[in-house]
DNA sequence: ACAAATAATGATCCAGAGAACATTTTGCCT
DNA sequence: AGGCAAAATGTTCTCTGGATCATTATTTGT
């Protein structure tokens, strides 16, 4: 199941949610992607409205990748949410 | 087929396609996204490293939606450039 | 409960993005 | 070729994200 961001909260949430599903520290993943722990903090709560570059960044050094897809395009999570 | 972007450049490039599949000028989807023709451009051309705010902002005029998923995932492209 | 690891946050500086006007350039159509 | 619509780009201002230092708060493991 791939995660889907609407918000830059959305965002942060799924950045985190990742990061942890490799055992990585803010520390840690801050070093891979060659910005500052204070940096991925303040990303994944939402506290600044971050830039592209800084987002990708976080996402290859958590070797993820954007896909943009039309919206209401339904999901196995909606699916879920229904039954 | 959906569009992957790993670069702010490949983003612009989505961008782009998708505005013009939608038949929108620079300053109609900017209006709907509540910014600037300016800004538009820059974004397209890849002229600055946006803020993602204003990407999400461009992304819903569009009636598109972010998944993030694990790179190296093979896509259908992919496969095509192999075959 | 305690210690150690991890995350949050305070402050300052600087570079750069977007707002807000504009004009110039390019592309397209007939 | 000429004219119009669309895109690119110039400029100034303001605001804020990230860098860079730090310390404090919080979570987690035992």
Redo the contacts between chains.
Sequence with gaps: M???????KD?GN?LRK?RKARNLTQADLATLAGIWQRTVSNIETSAS?????T??DL??AL??????????KMTLGDLEDIF
């Design positions: 791939d995660q889907i961001a609407r918000t830059t965002l799924v990742a409205g971050a830039k592209v570059d987002i990708f996402l290859a070797d993820l990748e954007l896909h943009i897809v039309p919206r209401s």
